[in-house]
């Protein structure tokens, strides 16, 4: 059975410190990762991963695959209590459909 | 651009009572499209999902369910909630057909559902 699991499922740190959120996956035909942030409401989508070893960034936040160990890590640096949110992770198959596979979510709090 | 609108924002609803959340998508056409529901502070379970005009898949047996009348249109329905259907519900779109690199799904701001 196809799964998603993400770890730490809650996490609370302070203004400043640094963090990595971790993603495993179990999937038939991977085709990509991808990372979302969900606030109040909608997730809003961060990154997509398809190939191994190539760090995608954005500000402070960055992101790597790696298809042979079959996981992924989301960091975030310099954290704000603007990143405080839930954190998820969902992996896409090869198919037509656009379905997406989600892990739990980790829980970030950061503290002023 | 493409925007994806879902209403109501909220909702109190009473045991057995009928359901009903819209779901519309702007700026694109033939979308694929898809419910979630969300336990609070969970991931995200996928219930329905809709590759075309009156095509939909369910994921888990429920008593809910979903129709696709127009090509940017996707509604979620009950005939009679349980409290179990508590939740968030979030619509998504993402670009159809046979495409690489467009599994990128986009997010309505969900209608909250208290069942009561």
């Known amino acids: 059975e196809d799964k998603v699991v993400q770890s730490p499922l809650s996490l609370v740190v302070h203004e400043g410190d640094t963090v990595t959120l971790n993603c495993s996956y179990e999937v038939t035909n991977f085709r990509s990762l991808l990372w979302y942030k969900q606030e109040k409401k909608a997730p809003t989508f961060l990154f997509m991963l398809?190939?191994?070893?190539i760090e995608k960034k954005s500000g402070r936040l960055s992101s790597i695959l790696d298809k042979k160990e079959l996981f992924s890590i989301l960091n975030i640096t310099a954290t704000q209590t603007g990143d405080s949110a839930i954190y998820l992770c969902?992996?896409?198959?090869?198919?037509?459909?656009?379905?997406?596979?989600f892990g739990q979510g980790t829980t970030l709090q950061v503290k002023p | 651009s493409q925007t994806i609108h879902q209403w109501p924002a909220t909702l109190v609803q009473p045991v057995g009572s009928p359901l009903s959340l819209e779901c519309t998508v702007e700026?694109?056409?033939?979308?694929?499209l898809y419910w979630y529901r969300q336990a609070a502070g969970r991931g995200l379970q996928l219930l329905f999902y809709?590759?075309?005009?009156?095509?939909i898949s369910s994921e888990v047996p429920q008593n809910l369910s979903a129709s696709r009348p127009q090509d940017r249109q996707f509604i979620l329905s009950s005939k009679k909630l349980l409290l179990s259907d508590s939740g968030f519900y979030l619509c998504?779109?993402?670009?159809?057909?046979?495409?690489?690199?467009?599994?990128?799904?986009?997010f309505g701001p969900g209608t909250r559902l208290t069942v009561l």
């Open positions: 998504a779109w993402s670009w159809g057909g046979l495409r690489d690199g467009t599994d990128t799904q986009y």
């Open positions: 809709s590759v075309g005009i009156g095509q």
């Open positions: 398809t190939s191994s070893g």
């Open positions: 969902a992996v896409a198959r090869s198919s037509n459909t656009g379905k997406l596979i």
């Open positions: 700026g694109t056409s033939n979308p694929n």
